[in-house]
T-cell receptor, first 114, second 116 residues
Framework: DARVTQTPRHKVTEMGQEVTMRCQPI?????VFWYRQTMMQGLELLAY????????DSGMPKDRFSAEMPDATLATLKIQPSEPRDSAVYFC????????????FGPGTRLTVL | AQSVTQLDSQVPVFEEAPVELRCNYS??????LFWYVQYPNQGLQLLLK??????LVKGINGFEAEFNKSQTSFHLRKPSVHISDTAEYFC??????????????FGSGTQLTVLP
């Protein structure tokens, strides 16, 4: 049963620290999405990649957030420096790259910045 | 740009009763429509999607949704709910486009709580 995996599942850190979240998309999927979920804002798209190239990262605060795909099996989302307002659940999703396709979500990384 | 409105943030319902979760959207172009479910402490999972054809779409776990283009709605229904249906439900749209994948625009979610 193919699944999107995310690590870590939980992260507690102090303000100013660097945070790196990792995602392994489903094998064969060529599109990866990063979402952030908060009570106030709901689900927001931060960035997405197709064939490892960033297509849209307009939802991401550029000064502190960065997203990369070093290879087809790994996507990373980095926050440096982290701030308390970054506390949220971060989801990665992958898909086959067509608008009709289902996006398959990972279990999320719950980030708490103190 | 697209927007999605889920009219009810919380819907409590007794077990075995029917339920309808409402979703309206706004878009200047045609869209595909989706319903996702999120169980506690889990990621989102697709319930069903409307791409074209019959406006009544059947999904997993006995859910169905009806696309109404004139009312720009895509309400989710189940004739008899179970305790295990307790979860948050998200309506989402993406513009119809040939070519690259498009991001989903999500509604704010409806928390369905099934009471014994």
């Amino acid at each position: 049963d193919a699944r999107v995996t995310q690590t870590p599942r939980h992260k507690v850190t102090e303000m100013g620290q660097e945070v790196t979240m990792r995602c392994q998309p489903i094998l064969g999927h060529n599109t990866v999405f990063w979402y952030r979920q908060t009570m106030m804002q709901g689900l927001e798209l931060l960035a997405y990649f197709r064939n490892r190239a960033p297509l849209d990262d307009s939802g991401m605060p550029k000064d502190r957030f960065s997203a990369e795909m070093p290879d087809a099996t790994l996507a990373t989302l980095k926050i440096q420096p982290s701030e308390p307002r970054d506390s949220a659940v971060y989801f990665c999703a992958s898909g086959l790259g067509r608008g009709t396709d289902t996006q398959y979500f990972g279990p999320g990384t719950r980030l708490t910045v103190l | 740009a697209q927007s999605v409105t889920q009219l009810d943030s919380q819907v409590p319902v007794f077990e075995e009763a029917p339920v309808e979760l409402r979703c309206n959207y706004s878009s200047s172009v045609s869209v595909y429509l989706f319903w996702y479910v999120q169980y506690p402490n889990q990621g989102l999972q697709l319930l069903l999607k409307y791409l074209s054809g019959s406006t009544l779409v059947k999904g997993i776990n006995g859910f169905e949704a009806e696309f109404n283009k004139s009312q720009t709605s895509f309400h989710l229904r189940k004739p008899s709910v179970h305790i295990s249906d307790t979860a948050e439900y998200f309506c989402a749209v993406t513009p119809i486009s040939s070519g690259s994948a498009r991001q989903l625009t999500f509604g704010s979610g409806t928390q369905l709580t099934v009471l014994p």
